[in-house]
């Protein structure tokens, strides 16, 4: 099973809003990931987390906050974002740093 | 210059034909490939991944890897409407810098 969910689906806030996405894995992989993607573009990293321990972390505003509670779960904590902060908030998970990435179906996020 | 190139598209084929997807890449010491399907409004999908030069070969699908020329290479073969997508390739040189390059992805279009 190489499956990585994600909720929500689809996400609506208001820029004084503070919410969470959730990621959960459960084949064992000991680093995750969470991404950014807008329109017709790849994936940007904004966090890593290797054996739940925060390891990357690409300069990313304040207004995002990255938890790890265990090795299966990691979230995403918005708070005060920018309406160009809309896009796909992608997880993924590897069984180590640098191999292969196994990505959730992502939440939609729209920022108003 | 991007270290990986490839050529968005769209490309567009009729049903059943052979479909070859392409990235260059300008790093050396990248060594190891994966290709990504992502539908639209969707995770990335994982299709092939691969450390060595060569082909492989997974049911419709065939990788290429050419370190000499710096030259990778997806193969769909009996291309199906289903197969319309996005295919992203991504490396990494797994030593020194695990975080993926991405190509800027390709938009494919099968005719039925």
């Known amino acids: 099973d190489t499956e990585v969910t994600q909720t929500p689906k689809h996400l609506v806030m208001g820029m004084t809003n503070k919410k969470s996405l959730k990621c959960e894995q459960h084949m064992g992989h000991r680093a995750m990931y969470w991404y950014k993607q807008k329109a017709k573009k790849p994936p940007e990293l904004m966090f890593v987390?290797?054996?739940?321990?925060?390891?990357i972390n690409e300069s990313v505003p304040s207004r995002f906050s990255p938890e790890c509670p265990n090795s299966s779960l990691l979230n995403l904590h918005l708070h005060a974002l920018q309406p160009e902060d809309s896009a796909l908030y992608l997880c993924a998970s590897s069984q180590v740093t640098g191999g292969e990435q196994y990505f959730g179906p992502g939440t939609r996020l729209t920022v108003t | 210059q991007k270290e990986v190139e490839q050529d968005p598209g769209p490309l567009s084929v009729p049903e059943g034909a052979i479909v070859s997807l392409n990235c260059t890449y300008s790093?050396?010491?990248?060594?190891?490939f994966m290709w990504y399907r992502q539908y639209s409004r969707k995770g990335p999908e994982l299709l092939m991944y691969?450390?060595s030069s060569g082909n492989k070969e997974d049911g419709r699908f065939t990788a290429q890897v050419d370190k000499s020329s710096k030259y990778i290479s997806l193969f769909i073969r009996d291309s199906q409407p289903s197969d319309s997508a996005t295919y992203l390739c991504a490396m990494n040189d797994m030593d020194s810098n695990y975080q993926l390059i991405w190509g800027a992805g390709t938009k494919l279009i099968i005719k039925p």
């Open positions: 790093n050396s010491a990248f060594q190891y």
């Open positions: 691969t450390y």
């Open positions: 987390y290797s054996y739940e321990k925060l390891s």
